[in-house]
């Protein structure tokens, strides 16, 4: 007689809660409470009413005197908002990697080098007692919930050597970090005997921001306002900029998006089509225009092409943290009567966000202050052989590196948008399959990734997940059980939250997240109410649980498998002519 199939209810929505004990007392409290207060709950729609977006989406945290409430650098997917005391943010200089938690980076020294010769005589993975010791100016103590806590020991001393800056009732912080997929940028610690904070978690703030127009301005306007401070700060081409010439530069720095948040669709559409060409791709700057300022990238990707016989060819794409257009402007700040215009075309790849500071200022603010030997070359005569984009951050042309019709592959299918992505050479590869059956046994034999995938000459790039610089797979998640790991940085997911939705499958753009029914102890497939099979989400978490890095890699026995930053050029190029 067959055994019928386990029965369990399917996962919704909000079936894990942000904070299992908030109650209704709590959520009435925090609808007295700008800026919920102010809120209009019949804005919200049926399926995500405001009063549970709070019972489910937030959480209340209480932190005491020097507790650390974000670190800089961690990945995190909420933001916060100050119900009551006071906290610090540190703006200048950053803390220690040792009182972050993290091993401060230390080059060997000869001594250390030449005890290696020795080292073998040692047990494996051993330590001395004192490389075991935390950094006295931190201590951790246990909080609520059996959470642990880490604290600064001497305030006084940190906020005589940082330059920090309160914030107060009402503030909100961490909004960077939920909403743009990327590392929280300031550490922010407790400075009064006790703050109460509100935590939400990126998913209830999009679907606040969402219902609400003045918290979404608001919103919009801090993130905008604390991302340009801070990325003015870091951009080489402004460090020499006094903090009154970057009051002025900032007063006139334009903001500008182009393509779609959740591009995957869209290219996927093209990419089916087989119609992903430059051309479709919104024009930032226009070869031959005049270039009305210099553009740097805050977030996404942008092609960097030129006129070639009747159509286009790719030189180079640039990130985050790249600008383009200095040259032109300095040329002809430098020499008036002799102007040129646009050299290249720039094109927004996907989704990106810029900061465009105009002609005006560069020639007003920017390049008067620069020194002489920072000014780039005057603008060379182009033509159609020529490939010079020897710009700020282009000062050698990626098509040299790795040959045109390689950067056109990589470009095309966006693969550049991979951290860790699996290449494959396959003149090495001999088809063994030992890299498949290492994740196999990793993984509760069911392998992440598959070895085939698009390929140019030798080389292949394989259907894993490429651990994405712009995770487009987050968008979308209900529960977020997607998210990135906060050591590494890693997109994993977790099987607890998973509902199944199949967003992050549909929005991954390189196919590298699939669906796997589940199944019990006994081997028997887990079906829903629907006496359907329960589904999970599934993909390369890059081993983050094991010792040693990437199965796959390291099974390899011919060297043809790497994990691979499509971000470094040169790399690739270096590991193609081995």
């Not at 500071?357 to 052989?385: G, H, N, R, Y």
């Not at 109410?529 to 390899?556: Q, S």
């Amino acid at each position: 007689m067959p055994i019928a199939p386990p029965i369990v209810q399917r996962p919704q929505r909000w079936d894990a809660a942000f904070d299992p004990n908030m109650t209704d007392a709590v959520v009435n409290r925090l609808l007295t409470i700008a800026p919920f207060s102010q809120m209009n709950a019949e804005r919200f729609p049926k399926r995500t009413p405001l009063r549970e977006i709070l019972r489910h989406d937030t959480s209340i945290r209480r932190f005491r005197k020097g507790e650390i409430i974000v670190r800089q650098g961690d990945y995190g997917t909420s933001a916060f908002l100050i119900l009551s005391g006071e906290v610090r943010v540190v703006l200048k200089p950053d803390l220690p990697p040792s009182v972050l938690g993290r091993q401060p980076p230390v080059k060997k020294g000869i001594v250390r080098t030449l005890a290696q010769l020795w080292s073998s005589l040692r047990p494996p993975e051993s330590f001395q007692r004192a490389q075991l010791r935390q950094d006295a100016r931190v201590g951790a103590r246990q909080g609520e919930n059996e959470e642990v806590r880490v604290f600064l020991q001497d305030l006084p001393r940190v906020l005589n050597e940082h330059r920090t800056e309160a914030m107060i009732s009402g503030d909100f912080f961490g909004e960077i970090a939920a909403l743009s997929r990327m590392p929280r940028t300031s550490t922010i610690f407790c400075d009064s005997s006790e703050a109460e904070l509100v935590e939400i978690r990126w998913q209830g703030l999009r679907d606040l921001m969402k219902c609400d127009d003045a918290l979404r301005t608001h919103i919009n306007k801090i993130y905008r306002e604390r991302a340009l401070a801070s990325y003015l700060r870091a951009t080489p081409l402004f460090r020499h900029l006094s903090k009154e010439q970057l009051d002025q530069l900032a007063a006139q720095v334009e903001f500008a998006t182009y393509g779609d948040y959740d591009w995957s669709g869209e290219y996927k559409r093209l990419a089916k089509a087989g119609s992903v060409r430059p051309e479709k791709e919104p024009v930032i700057t226009q070869e031959g225009d005049y270039p009305n300022g210099v553009v740097l990238v805050r977030a996404g990707f942008a092609r960097v092409s030129q006129k070639f016989g009747t159509g286009e060819r790719t030189l180079n794409y640039i990130g985050a943290g790249h600008f383009f257009g200095v040259r032109e402007i300095a040329h002809n700040w430098r020499t008036p009567r002799e102007t040129v215009n646009s050299q290249f075309t720039l094109r927004a790849i996907g989704y990106t966000h810029l900061l465009i500071v105009p002609t005006s200022a560069m020639e007003q603010i920017v390049l008067p202050s620069l020194p002489k030997s920072e000014l780039p070359d005057p603008v060379a005569p182009t033509t159609d052989e020529s490939t010079d984009v020897s710009d700020e951050n282009l000062l050698q042309p990626a098509s040299q590196k790795v040959g045109g019709d390689v950067l056109e592959f990589l470009t095309e299918n966006r693969f550049f948008n991979g951290t860790a992505t699996m290449v494959i050479d396959l003149d090495r590869c001999t088809r063994c399959d030992d890299c498949v059956r290492a994740c196999a046994s990793t993984h509760d034999n069911n392998p992440r990734f598959l070895r085939h995938g698009p390929s140019h000459g030798r080389l292949m790039i394989a259907n894993a997940c490429m651990h994405c610089a712009d995770p487009v797979c987050m968008i979308g998640c209900p529960t977020g059980a997607i998210h990135r790991e906060s050591f590494g940085g890693q997109v994993t997911i977790n099987p607890v939250t998973c509902i199944g939705c199949k967003a992050c499958a549909n929005n991954c753009p390189y196919d590298a997240i699939r669906m796997v029914d589940i199944r019990d102890e006994n081997g028997e497939f887990m079906l829903g109410e629907d006496l359907k099979p329960i589904a999970k989400a599934t993909k390369c978490d890059l081993c983050v649980e094991n010792h040693g890095g990437p199965a796959c890699e390291r099974a390899c026995p011919h060297g043809a498998l790497e994990r691979m930053n499509l971000n470094d050029l040169g790399s690739l190029a270096k590991w193609m002519k081995r």
